[in-house]
Nanobody
Framework: VQLQASGGGLVKAGDSLRLSCAAS????????MGWFRQAPGKEREFVAAISWSGGTTTYTDSAKGRFTISRDNAKNTMYLQMNSLKPEDSAVYYC????????????????WGQGTQVTVSS
């Protein structure tokens, strides 16, 4: 399975972005999927995850109320709508699929995309 993340860019604080993660295989519809991010000099951190059906989602505290994770299994695609962006949201965002165990742990995921850069200026 290959994952392709896109939608990053340079925006100002308070702006919005929507990230997409397109998968190469329809089997992705049976997987838990998630978003992680990594800022320079920091460890990769969990942002959000979604169940295979989309019925269950979970977020890191800093994303709650601002970010929304969703998926369209018919299009083999996952999204991350990011609103009210802050400079501290700047990072490379990675999508991941096929979590087993702790959804918030990057070691739980089998497949990873290449990352898309999000830069938020103040």
């Amino acid at each position: 399975v290959q994952l392709q993340a896109s939608g990053g860019g340079l925006v100002k604080a308070g702006d919005s972005l929507r990230l997409s993660c397109a998968a190469s295989a329809r089997t992705i519809s049976t997987y838990v999927m998630g978003w992680f991010r990594q800022a320079p000099g920091k460890e990769r951190e969990f942002v959000a995850a979604i169940s295979w059906s989309g019925g269950t989602t979970t977020y890191t505290d800093s994303a709650k109320g601002r970010f929304t994770i969703s998926r369209d299994n018919a299009k083999n695609t996952m999204y991350l709508q990011m609103n009210s962006l802050k400079p501290e949201d700047s990072a490379v965002y990675y999508c991941a699929a096929r979590a087993s165990g702790n959804w918030k742990s990057d070691s739980s995921y089998a497949y990873w995309g290449q990352g898309t850069q999000v830069t938020v200026s103040s």
